[in-house]
């Protein structure tokens, strides 16, 4: 007998995890379904930040900034011991593109858009303290600035979430590689391959929540639905020995592109990168001048690293944005781009009752938000059952 859910995901990343915990938190059955393993795409691949964006305040993204931050007060109270807040350096040189002043003015932001509890302080740290940040170059260093932002792992964030779903009902079938779909109403037909093995069920909606597989996913849907215009961008970091022990630094590279430089394990982590990638998301691989523009950025401001050190290890991954202008290669446009949730919606011609929602790009820091806006966009098409809980107040360990 085919079994039917209310919902049907394709994808166990963060995003997929996150809107399972939602729907399941209303009572409502839920299946996910993923090819390889829970958070084995992006969502281990990341910078590992739970932050609120202070970046995005450049590009004038001042609402994104505003949900980041609430999240991330929500995230250090549910998740306590997967999300730690760390203190944040940001160091400004004579060359310096971002002036002191224009900092302060940026974090004074940042702490108004913020709740304004000790989490949001900041500082202007003393030069007779500049000696202790873990051997950051001073030749030429003006101004150094503390704030606060918040650290994860990645993929541990993500099990736990998906521990959650799990354990208020939803149901994960990994090695489950979705194959098709044929929506319908009031129900869609979909179509996986599990452990080899074809197996189908019915779900009243469907989401597709496969990052940077969004795509080929859509592609195996009929009738065929709208797509949006996106572009994959890789991201690459690497992992070198040495322990940082008072922080994160947030420096500015060559090009005035952010790094970040933060302790990992034990050594030190720094990324990442953005290039517009172009092939099938599974092939996603760090490429040479990547590496030597992290390691070249890595060098500029701590000169131990200046005498070579090994690389400990590589990571490539893939976030979705909205399609640019910009041509392949170094894309300086990106970092202005849109970091938003696109939540696009297929409705039934006959009924106008929504069957298809397509997740293109999101962050680890919102995942909680964008599942909430999920359920809320699907209200038409899910039937109301007894709540089982509240993802507001839902601890993850």
């Known amino acids: ?70 999240e991330r007060a929500l995230l250090l109270k549910l998740a306590a011991g997967l999300v730690e807040l760390k203190p944040f350096y940001i160091p400004v040189y004579r060359d310096t593109a971002r002036r002191p002043w224009l900092l302060y003015a940026g974090l004074s932001l940042y702490r108004m858009l913020g709740d304004g509890s000790p989490a949001m302080r900041f500082r202007r740290v003393p030069q007779r303290d500049w000696k202790s940040l873990d051997g950051l170059d001073t030749t030429g260093l003006e101004a150094v600035f503390q704030y606060y932002d918040a650290q994860t792992d990645d993929t541990a964030l993500t099990n736990a979430v998906m521990r959650s779903a799990q354990s208020l009902g939803a149901q994960l079938k990994t090695s489950a590689i979705f194959t098709g779909a044929l929506l319908g109403d009031p129900s869609n037909i979909i179509e996986y391959s599990h452990d080899g093995k074809c197996e189908t069920c019915r779900g009243a909606v469907l989401v597709n929540a496969a990052g940077p597989w969004v795509k080929e996913v859509l592609s195996r849907i009929a009738p065929a639905p709208p797509q949006l215009g996106i572009e994959l961008v890789q991201g690459t970091h690497i992992l070198l020995p040495g322990k940082l022990t008072q922080g994160i630094y947030y420096v500015e590279a060559a090009d005035r592109r952010v790094v970040f430089v933060m302790p990992w394990k034990g050594n030190t982590l720094v990324g990442t990168t953005e290039f517009i990638f172009r092939g099938n998301p599974a092939d996603v691989a760090p490429l040479p001048h990547e590496v030597a523009y992290l390691t070249e950025t890595l060098c500029r401001y701590f000169p131990r690293y200046r005498t070579g050190a090994p690389l400990l290890n590589v990571i490539a991954g893939l976030r979705v944005l909205p399609r640019g202008n910009a041509t392949e290669g170094w894309e300086g446009s990106l970092h202005a781009r849109s970091r938003e949730t696109v939540l696009q919606v297929d409705r039934s011609e006959r009924s106008g009752r929504s069957r298809l929602l397509t997740v293109y790009g999101g962050k680890l820091t919102t995942y909680r938000l964008t599942a909430e806006r999920v359920m809320a966009r699907l209200t038409d098409a899910l039937p109301v059952r007894a709540p089982l809980a509240d993802t507001r107040y839902l601890e993850l360990t």
């Open 1 to 70: 007998m085919t079994q039917s859910f209310d919902l049907v995901v394709i994808g166990a990343g963060i995003h997929g995890a996150g809107i399972a915990q939602a729907a399941v938190a209303r009572g409502l059955s839920v299946l996910v379904l993923e090819q390889a393993g829970v958070a084995s795409g992006t969502s281990s691949r990341s910078s590992k930040l739970i932050h609120g964006g202070l970046r995005y305040l450049e590009s004038r993204q001042f609402s994104l900034v505003r949900e980041c931050l609430q």
